[in-house]
């Protein structure tokens, strides 16, 4: 077990929908990750917050968003969901300057 | 083309058997590797992390960078059916792999007893 946990482990929510995933970094790790995974593929990089902010973001449309909060704990919101944001969301978290440790996931399904 | 390309297999192989993994990368900013296996419906678990040219022995784990090739391997000696997962390259340009990561399709690997 790595010490990150996501929640919920999985959801289906309706198109045009908005949806909250929530990760509890592993203690001490002040920074978080967030990926999203298709079936059958490698995790893709949504954004990145360190100490509340964000420090990076990948190829994602504003409508994915982000919070860290002061525990570090941090959420992903998806406004106005679409079929192709069905996947594997996983978080991530780290101390800067080493690996990172995932969680297990929530698996979202839009339909 | 992509900047880390990995074959997805399938790949199966008889309990015991020695397993080589490998991905290879375009852009030369990556000098943190890292191998992550993940099993079916799971987050990905780290498994080896490297930091820029040469090997790393974790028990029956063997990590090895090539830079100058742009080429890495992951070795499983003494393959068991527990190993049977879908294994992960990931690479980052800083922050010891803790900034943005970029993976590889991932290689499903089965053991067979």
């Known amino acids: 077990e790595t010490g990150v946990t996501q929640s919920p482990t999985h959801l289906i929510k309706t198109r045009g929908q908005q949806v909250t995933l929530r990760c509890s970094s592993q203690?001490?790790?002040?920074?978080v990750s967030w990926y999203q995974q298709a079936l059958g593929q490698g995790p893709q990089f949504i954004f990145q917050?360190?100490?509340?902010?964000?420090?990076g973001r990948g190829n994602f449309p504003p409508r994915f968003s982000g919070l860290q909060f002061p525990n570090y704990s941090s959420e992903l919101n998806v406004n106005a969901l679409e079929l192709d944001d069905s996947a594997l969301y996983l978080c991530?978290?780290?101390?800067?300057?080493?690996?990172?440790?995932f969680g297990q996931g929530t698996r979202l399904t839009v339909v | 083309q992509k900047e880390v390309e990995q074959d997805p297999g399938p790949l199966s192989v008889p309990e015991g058997a020695i397993v080589s993994l490998n991905c290879t990368y375009s852009n030369s900013a990556f000098q943190y590797f890292m191998w992550y296996r993940q099993y079916s419906r799971k987050g990905p678990e780290l498994l080896m992390y490297?930091?820029?040219?040469g090997n790393k022995e974790d028990g029956r784990f063997t990590a090895q960078v090539d830079k100058s090739s742009k080429y890495i391997s992951l070795f499983i000696r003494d393959s068991q059916p527990s190993d049977s997962a879908t294994y992960l390259c990931a690479m980052s340009a800083g922050g010891g792999g803790s900034e943005k990561l970029v993976f590889g399709k991932g290689t499903k690997l089965t053991v067979n007893p």
């Open positions: 991530a978290s780290s101390l800067a300057n080493t690996e990172a440790f």
């Open positions: 203690s001490g790790h002040n920074t």
């Open positions: 917050y360190y100490r509340e902010e964000e420090n």
């Open positions: 490297t930091y820029s040219s």
